[in-house]
């Protein structure tokens, strides 16, 4: 099996942000909001729901309108990338409903068990200390509060990581296809990750390979 490429935390430079912001993921990130409202239906009604790595802010405003009790804490690192995911809230009108805070885990301040969800997209693989995410989820999220974390799955090799690139994204822009690739390299394998939940006290989650490229780390805190 090929070993971990690390990539850099962030992604926010200005090309990044504007391939990502004007990317259409309609269907993965629908498909995403999709299994959570599956996995854990009408929940939250209410409340609040914490959205770690929010990008562009996509999937959060998704989640906004199917759970449209609730309000929303989105954490990202970059702040280019914060300018697109304002732009979008206010573009939905769910300015009102959503609350944006720069910060790198685990240095984010968040209050302690009080998220009554907490999602995560595509930001595990980033975490040069991936034991920051999960001592976030395990600080923030109330007691039996849902838990939902999608990411990408590192391939056996470089030769795969380029096929899976060549099959999912192909029409995409150059910089988006780069950006998979490495991303590929430096995502997380299933042992590794559960790995990772035990020595953080979170053994107690499910994690499954969903697809050739994804896995997800679901349950209640």
């Known amino acids: 099996m090929m070993e971990r490429i690390p990539e ?4 926010d430079s200005e090309a990044q942000v504007r ?15 999709a ?3 599956h996995r854990f239906p009408n929940e939250p009604a209410a409340g609040r729901i914490l959205d770690l790595g929010c990008g562009p802010a996509d999937i959060t405003c998704r ?3 199917v759970r449209n009790g609730t309000t929303l804490t989105a954490v990202d690192a970059g702040p280019n990338m914060l300018a697109a995911a304002d732009q979008r809230i206010r573009d939905e009108g769910l300015a009102h409903r959503i609350e944006l805070v720069e910060g790198r885990l685990p240095g984010a301040r968040l209050p302690a068990a009080s998220f009554d969800a907490v ?7 980033h975490m040069a200390e991936p034991h920051a995410l999960w001592q976030t989820i395990a600080h923030a999220a109330r007691p039996g509060a849902p838990v939902y974390v999608m990411d990408l799955m590192r391939p056996s090799s470089r030769e795969a990581a380029a096929r899976l690139v060549e099959e999912h994204a ?3 822009p150059e910089i988006l296809q780069q950006d998979f690739y490495n991303s590929l390299l430096a995502a997380w394998r ?3 990750v559960r790995q ?6 979170l053994d107690h989650l499910s994690v499954e390979a969903l697809s050739d490229r994804h896995l997800l780390v679901w349950g209640r805190r």
Do not use: I, K, W
């Open 196 to 201: 990772q939940l035990a020595e953080t006290g």
């Open 63 to 65: 989640l906004a309108r």
């Open 170 to 172: 192909a029409g995409e």
């Open 19 to 33: 391939a990502y912001a004007e990317a259409d993921f309609d269907e993965p990130h629908g498909a995403c909001v």
């Open 35 to 37: 299994d959570f409202c």
């Open 190 to 192: 299933p042992g590794e």
């Open 8 to 11: 850099p935390e962030l992604m």
């Open 119 to 125: 999602v995560s997209n595509s930001l595990l693989h």
